[in-house]
């Protein structure tokens, strides 16, 4: 009988061929409108509060809190995950799409307790950004101290 | 008769499936075979706390719905063959617990409809029992937080990537009675030809599917066309893809009779759902839903079910591990 494993060279080619391909420019233009939607409704909250009257920094910090306190409403009435898949990585990368793994993963995971459950795993996913975030500015701290 | 050609048993006195039941969740219940199943649920949950909880109920809801149908007590059953895809197959301990039936409990992957009807049918062609269950569950929800991420997380899905079935099928397998017989099995080796993807599934079992498929074929001297269907468990659109086009470099021709339940159970197209339908109650549920009755309308005479299943869990493929799969051939013939 023909042996399946004569083809183990030449499979990944075999899988390429009929494995259905990623449309890469519209991911791409949808994961801009939405990416920018966010950003821009954030810099309109950052203009409100600075119309009524906060300093630049404070507005900006306020704005920040404002759109996780809104991914995080979104993602418990099952919203967020909807506009994740249409927008992809344009809604991954704001803080909205942190908001989102955390949230996301506490919902999840609160059956389980609130110590070994929620507690443990809030960071599932969000775990690795803070890790690695707080190892590139320690970096990029060292780097500008010098420079 | 009995033990045939390198891996294949063959049944003297053929098993017969007497009854079958099946259960579906309200995707799959909306879906193209939708109707053809016996318990269409509309709520994801089925009235619990957890995902893992509803599972069980599945099951719960899916024997109970097999004894009544059958007319049949716990009692009756002298032995149990089932799993699931939660850890330590719990899902299928819960919802079994409280029938008393003696159980052994599977984990084949998706291929554990194919696993616990061979099992089962085995034990009753054997002589060591007259009336045995087999059958599986999974459900969409406790699959993707086990195997993959929160439901709530915004990520996006691949092309490639399959519908975990919330869906449940039981089946009754007898030593005498009316119904498909089953009259061959051959339960599959485990094959691996180095797919590390875990969001293409099918492409890492279509091996494990043609490799006992081609087992098959030649342990019994049959040919493809001697079959109505060769139906494969959740190889999705892109593995049945594979599967042929593989068959066909070994020089097998399995285009005119290959079907799959993952690609049957969803409408791709409205339901979103990429590249077909996975989980082992995708098989299940068809077999025990569909092809079932397709066979005693005798629209099927005579098919070659093969559940196909993917030999993964997280930490082996976050430690870069392959995906082998497997797949167990299940012959059933309708008089």
């Known amino acids: 009988m023909a042996n399946i494993k004569q083809l183990k060279n030449e499979y990944p080619q075999i899988v390429k061929e009929h494995s259905p391909k990623n449309k890469v420019m519209i991911n791409s233009a949808k994961a801009f409108l939405v990416g920018g939607a966010i950003c821009t409704i954030g810099q309109g909250f950052t203009e409100i509060y600075k119309y009524y009257g906060m300093a630049k920094d404070d507005a900006q910090m306020v704005s920040t809190v404002t759109l996780i306190l809104l991914s995080a409403i979104f993602t418990g009435f099952n919203i967020y995950d909807n506009i994740g898949k249409f927008g992809g990585a344009g809604a991954a990368i704001p803080i909205t799409g942190f908001a989102n793994a955390m949230v ?25 950004v803070i890790v690695f975030g707080a190892i590139a500015s320690v970096v990029a701290g060292i780097i500008f101290y010098f420079v | 008769m009995g033990h045939t050609g390198k891996q294949t048993i063959v049944f003297k006195n053929p098993p017969v499936i007497t009854c079958a039941y099946s259960s579906a969740g309200p995707k799959e219940s909306a879906g193209p075979l939708g109707d053809y199943f016996d318990n269409q649920l509309q709520d994801e949950l089925l009235g619990q706390e957890t995902w893992e909880k509803a599972e069980s109920i599945l099951i719960k809801q899916t024997v109970q719905g097999l004894l009544n149908k059958a007319d049949k007590r716990p009692e009756d059953i002298q032995y149990l063959f089932a799993g699931d895809l939660q850890n330590q197959v719990i899902a299928s301990t819960f919802g079994l617990k ?27 062609a054997g002589g060591m029992a007259d ?5 599986t569950s999974s459900h969409n929800c406790a699959a993707e937080k086990q195997f993959r991420f929160p439901l709530e997380y915004a990520g996006q899905r691949t092309l490639t990537q399959q519908w975990t079935a919330t869906a449940s099928g039981f089946v009754l397998i007898s030593r005498c009675g009316k119904g498909p017989k089953i009259e061959a099995v051959t339960p599959g080796k485990i094959v691996d030809l180095g797919i590390k993807d875990s969001f293409n599934m099918g492409a890492a079992m279509a091996p494990a599917a043609v490799d006992t498929i081609l087992a098959h074929l030649e342990d019994t001297n049959q040919k493809p066309s001697d079959f109505d269907a060769i139906i ?94 497997v797949a167990h051939a299940v012959s ?4």
Do not use: W
């Open chain 2, 98 to 124: 409280d029938f008393n039936i003696p159980f052994f409990g599977l984990y084949g992957a998706c291929s554990t409809m194919g696993e616990s009807m061979c099992l089962a049918s085995i034990m009753v």
């Open chain 2, 232 to 325: 494969t468990g959740d190889l999705g659109n892109c593995g049945s893809d594979i599967a042929v086009d593989i068959a066909n470099k070994l020089g097998v021709d399995l285009s005119k009779v290959m079907n799959d339940c993952g690609k049957l159970i969803y409408d791709d197209e409205s339901q979103d759902t990429h590249c077909g339908g996975s989980g082992c109650g995708c098989s299940g549920s068809v077999f025990a839903g569909y092809l079932y009755k397709q066979l005693l309308k005798r629209n099927l005479k005579k098919i070659l079910l093969i559940p196909t299943g993917a030999l993964m869990s997280p930490g082996s493929t976050q430690q870069g591990n392959t995906i082998p799969g």
């Open chain 2, 131 to 135: 009336l045995v269950m087999a059958g």
């Open chain 2, 332 to 335: 059933i013939v309708m008089d």
């Open chain 1, 104 to 128: 996301s993963s506490a919902m999840e995971f609160k059956k389980e307790g609130y110590v070994y459950g929620m507690g443990a795993k809030l960071f599932t996913i969000a775990g690795p």
